[in-house]
């Protein structure tokens, strides 16, 4: 139903505040250097500072965002549709992080 989709869209558009969109370039910044570190120690406390910053940076986005522990990250979130393996709650909420991370993009291009 057409109506209950923009209501959606505005909830969307409201979390995507300018607090929410520097958090997601600073995220999508540190992910390939986090990504490249995980599962090794890389600091004196296992973490470098970048991947300190990241997982900072990540937690408050995932809370600004509403997203979740159990949820992927944005950043996995690469593809509209969900992996075939994902339960119905996962792939649920994959499509909505998916929603949030369009909508970011286009703030970030938007902002370009
Ligand atoms: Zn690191």
């Not at 949820?71 to 339960?87: C, F, K, N, S, Y």
Request: one cysteine or more.
């Amino acid at each position: 139903m057409p109506t209950k989709r923009r209501r959606i869209d505005r909830r969307r558009k409201a979390q995507v505040t300018r607090e929410a969109v520097a958090l997601f370039v600073q995220c999508e910044a540190l992910y390939p250097i986090r990504n490249a570190h995980f599962m090794r120690e890389c600091g004196s406390d296992g973490r470098c500072g970048e991947c300190q910053a990241y997982l900072d940076a990540k937690l408050k986005l995932n809370d600004l965002l509403g997203i979740e522990p159990w949820m992927r990250d944005i950043e996995e979130v690469d593809t509209a549709e969900p992996p075939g393996d994902l339960d119905p709650l996962r792939a649920k909420a994959w499509r909505r992080t998916w929603q949030l991370r369009c909508a970011l993009e286009a703030e970030v291009e938007r902002a370009r």
